[in-house]
C-alpha cells in the first residue's frame, strides 16, 4: 500500500525557517518524481517545487530564492526547507509522487503551515 506522509508544518513566524518532510513507502521511490504543492484557503493548488530522481530540481516563482527541495532516496524522503517565511506562504502543503514508469501519482495528506505577521 503507497503512503505518502508529510511533516514538519506548524506555525511560525514571519522571516522565521521550517523544513516539511514527506515519508514514501510501498513505492520505489527513486523512480518517483516528487512534487511539493500548496493550497491555501479559496486558492487553487499551486506547484512549491519539484525534484526528479537525478535531483534535478524547479520552483515555483514566489518561493524562488527561500525554498530548497532536496531528497534522500535511502530513506525514500523529500524534504523542504523554506527559509524567509512570508504570511502569504500560509496553506496546506502536499507532497506528491509520480512514478515514471507506471505514470501512477500518489499524494500525501497534507500539513498546515501559518505564517504570522
Known amino acids: 500500500q503507497v503512503q505518502l506522509a508529510e511533516s514538519g508544518g506548524g506555525l511560525v513566524q514571519a522571516g522565521g525557517s521550517l523544513r516539511l518532510s514527506c515519508a514514501a513507502s510501498g513505492v520505489i521511490f527513486s523512480r518517483n518524481i516528487m512534487t511539493w504543492y500548496r493550497q491555501a484557503t479559496g486558492q487553487q493548488r499551486e506547484l512549491v517545487a519539484v525534484?526528479?530522481?537525478?535531483?534535478?530540481?524547479n520552483y515555483g516563482d514566489s518561493v524562488k530564492g527561500r525554498f530548497t527541495i532536496s531528497r534522500d532516496n535511502s530513506k525514500n524522503t523529500v524534504y523542504l526547507q523554506m527559509n524567509s517565511l512570508k504570511p502569504e506562504d500560509t496553506a496546506v502543503y502536499f507532497c506528491k509522487g509520480h512514478d515514471v514508469m507506471t505514470r501512477r501519482d500518489y499524494w500525501g495528506q497534507g500539513t498546515q503551515v501559518t505564517v504570522s505577521s
Open positions: 525534484i526528479t530522481s537525478g535531483g534535478t530540481t
